[in-house]
């Protein structure tokens, strides 16, 4: 089933501002992970959070995650047109063997 | 990360027909995966597909529709049997589980119309 939410669901902002994406999940992890998925296309990997972990870099890419709330957030800074795409979170429970419960996504557009 | 390609990228099939999809990953790992995304939503997992063995689906999916195989520790194919204008959607396949990495990477997608 799926367990995580993601917040907001749709995303609108002009370029150059920063863009954040929030998930929530209802049990343990042993890890969290942000896809990105451009129209009709394949999932494209970000960033790998783990349960131990309380933030991470990639590029203009910062994920923060609060276990004690069950929450992760996925800012992107200094938004690109070519930013615009669905976001993601999956969740890798403990006892899963590596297998991945999606949040519902937030569609997010950069106005150029 | 692992590369992952899928065939086909796209097909538009008759009702009542199967399709076979196939998953080719250009290294070994442990663990590979079936997703379906229906028009619109998040990805929901088929099934887990095991080397050498019987795959383990989730509730709501059934063995008869969703046929799984898994010959070797780089590929698997998912076959949609009997489809009907329900099964439209894109298909994913993922995998994850090598020495280096846990992360989960998916391949590009399947997109399945079925008339």
């Known amino acids: 089933s799926q367990q995580g939410e993601e917040d907001p669901q749709a995303l609108s902002i002009q370029e150059g501002e920063n863009a954040t994406m929030n998930c929530s999940y209802k049990?343990?992890?042993?890890?969290l992970q942000w896809y990105r998925q451009n129209s009709g296309r394949g999932l494209v990997h970000l960033i790998l959070?783990?349960?131990?972990?309380r933030e991470k870099h990639s590029g203009r890419l910062r994920v923060t995650l609060d276990t004690s709330k069950k929450s992760s957030s996925l800012l992107i800074t200094a938004s690109r047109a070519a930013d615009t795409a669905s976001y993601f979170c999956?969740?890798?429970?403990?006892?899963?063997?590596?297998?991945?419960?999606f949040g519902g996504g937030t569609r997010l557009m950069v106005k150029p | 990360s692992a590369v992952i390609s899928q065939k086909p990228s796209r097909d538009i099939c008759q009702r009542g027909t199967s399709l076979t999809i196939q998953c080719q990953v250009d290294?070994?790992?442990?663990?590979m995966f079936w997703y379906r995304q229906q028009p619109g939503q998040s990805l929901t997992l088929i099934a887990t597909?095991?080397?050498?063995?019987?795959?383990?689906?989730e509730s709501g999916f059934v063995i008869d529709k969703f046929p799984i195989s898994r010959p070797n520790l780089t590929f698997s194919t998912l076959t949609v049997s009997n489809m009907s204008p329900e099964d439209s959607s894109i298909y994913l396949c993922?995998?994850?589980?090598?020495?280096?990495?846990?992360?989960?990477?998916f391949g590009p997608g399947t997109r399945l119309t079925v008339l």
């Open positions: 999956a969740t890798d429970h403990n006892n899963a063997g590596n297998m991945l419960t």
């Open positions: 959070i783990r349960s131990n972990e």
């Open positions: 993922s995998a994850s589980g090598t020495p280096t990495y846990n992360e989960q990477f």
């Open positions: 049990t343990s992890i042993n890890n």
């Open positions: 597909a095991n080397q050498g063995s019987e795959a383990t689906y």
């Open positions: 290294s070994q790992v442990t663990m």
